[in-house]
């Protein structure tokens, strides 16, 4: 390309205002062109200085501040309906040992996810987006095992009474169990990646 063309496009690739096939382009040209790298040079050290400046922390955007609530709301807006969804089928269901099956499968497992989302008004504290998302995502298993724990003893059983349960084939309930373990992981899965999302949002490093 020529190298007019460059020189005016540098400015704008400095600045990331630049399309990907300008910014291409130019770098194409950049190390093939020791004129036009002295020049890039010369602008980049006198007056894009800051740019270059790792750990210079970004100005959080009202915008993204916005999408990250809108976000979290939108997973505590989910975790309560599926609590309610849970508590209703339960409620539904016979007394005894068997009313238990919808608070293991759907009740449990939100319930983590629930309050590892408490957990995110907190991010501040956390010293980086990595370990604030594999805390999200450990503190959702957490509070479930200790939730599965509390309903065990609630219900009268033991925990490995379900495990018992969940190997015999001739129990048709072992199926809410199973899908209480799947939904668990599939909520730490979301646990982590949309904790990252959120924290990424808010200018987290
Ligand atoms: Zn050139």
Not at 141 to 162: E, S
Not at 164 to 190: E, K, Q, S, Y
Request: charged share 20%; net charge negative.
């Amino acid at each position: 390309m020529d190298c007019n063309i460059i020189k005016d496009l540098l400015p704008l690739y400095l600045d990331d205002c630049c399309s990907e096939e300008s910014r291409a382009a130019v770098e194409e040209h950049l190390k093939e062109c020791g004129e036009c790298k002295k020049a890039f040079d010369a602008m980049n050290s006198a007056a894009f200085q800051t740019i270059e400046e790792p750990y210079t922390p970004k100005p959080l955007s009202r915008i993204n501040d916005w999408k990250a609530s809108v976000l979290q709301s939108l997973l505590l807006f989910f975790s309560f309906i599926v609590i309610t969804v849970g508590v209703a089928l339960e409620a539904a269901t016979p007394v005894g040992v068997e009313n238990s099956f919808w608070a293991f499968s759907l009740v449990i497992p939100a319930t983590g996810f629930l309050i590892s989302l408490a957990n995110w008004y907190f991010i501040r504290i956390y010293p980086s987006k990595a370990v604030f998302s594999n805390s999200s995502w450990a503190l959702t298993l957490l509070v479930t095992v200790i939730a599965f724990l509390w309903t065990c003893f609630h219900y009268g059983m033991l925990p490995w009474d379900i495990f018992f349960r969940m190997i015999d084939p001739n129990d048709t309930f072992r199926v809410f169990w199973a899908l209480g373990i799947v939904f668990t992981l599939l909520l730490c899965v979301l646990s982590k990646w949309a904790s990252q999302k959120y924290a990424k949002l808010l200018g987290k490093e």
